[in-house]
């Protein structure tokens, strides 16, 4: 973790997240949490209710932006205001779904300074230090700004740096939401292991457990998935039985095309 100074405006459910993972990492940097509801009781942080109560030695390097996207110009119209000449150097990194480097910097330029944007899609396992994140720099960004903003999302797991600013709808449809498609997994899991006779503790630790280890499999083995399900399928087993079932094409495999297809379609509406 770089010595560096961060804005998190918003510490809701991402930016609580990301926050609890910068907490835990070795050397966490000094933060000042814009928020309306949150309290922090660490020394590291300061926690403020409004944009005209950032402490006035504090000049952020990076201003993370993790609001919901409707309040995103009044939250950077407002630091704005407040920072003025302290954000020379600044940056921010959006999180947010939708909203594009362009129309965040231009309300910035709106409330009288020039801020470059990037835009990062972590998701909530950031938490336990066990994200993954997207991350895209727009052109007038510096290679320091992209340094800090890749050392901050790597406290908190993998960041995958992507060349293109629309590459982030596939990043947010896959990783940013992908998180909720596992949960929902093990809902259904649980749901069918109570369905044929377990008690409800029982289908719970097997429903984790079996997400657990086969994640760790993923991460921690050079095999692909594919050779990791394959090990799994005896011929003609119950594994087979199972899979005949999921792989029919308009089952799993179209399930999951259409609701990457669907998040995607609403990343895209939510950009405007
Ligand atoms: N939840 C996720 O898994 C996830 C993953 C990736 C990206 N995101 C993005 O993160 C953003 C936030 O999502 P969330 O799920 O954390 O929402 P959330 O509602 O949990 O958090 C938003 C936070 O903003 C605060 N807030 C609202 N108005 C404010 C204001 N004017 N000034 C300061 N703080 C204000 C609220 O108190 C709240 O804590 C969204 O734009 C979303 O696209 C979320």
Known sequence: MPSTSILLAGCGKLGGALL?????????????????????????????RSADSVPDDFAPDIIVLAVKPAVADDVITSLTQTLGQRLENAAFLSVMAGR???????????????????????NTPSTIGAGVSGLYAAPDCTETQTRLCHDLLSAVGDVVEVSEEKDLLGVTALAGSGP????????????????HGLSAETA????RGTIYGAGRMLNELPDDAETLRK?????????AAALSELMQEEAWPRAVDKAISAAVRRAEELAG
């Open 20 to 48: 609890d993972g910068w907490l835990a990492s070795p050397n966490p940097p000094r933060m000042v949490v814009l928020d309306r509801h949150r309290n922090c009781d660490n020394e590291n942080v300061t926690i403020i």
């Open 231 to 239: 090990a799994v399928t005896s011929p003609n087993g119950t594994t």
């Open 204 to 207: 719970r630790r097997l429903a």
């Open 100 to 122: 594009t480097c362009a129309s965040l910097s231009a309300a910035a330029q709106k409330a009288g300074q020039k801020c470059p944007t990037l835009r990062a899609m972590p």
């Open 180 to 195: 909720a498609y596992v949960f929902l997994l093990a809902e259904l899991l649980e749901k069918a292991g109570q369905a």
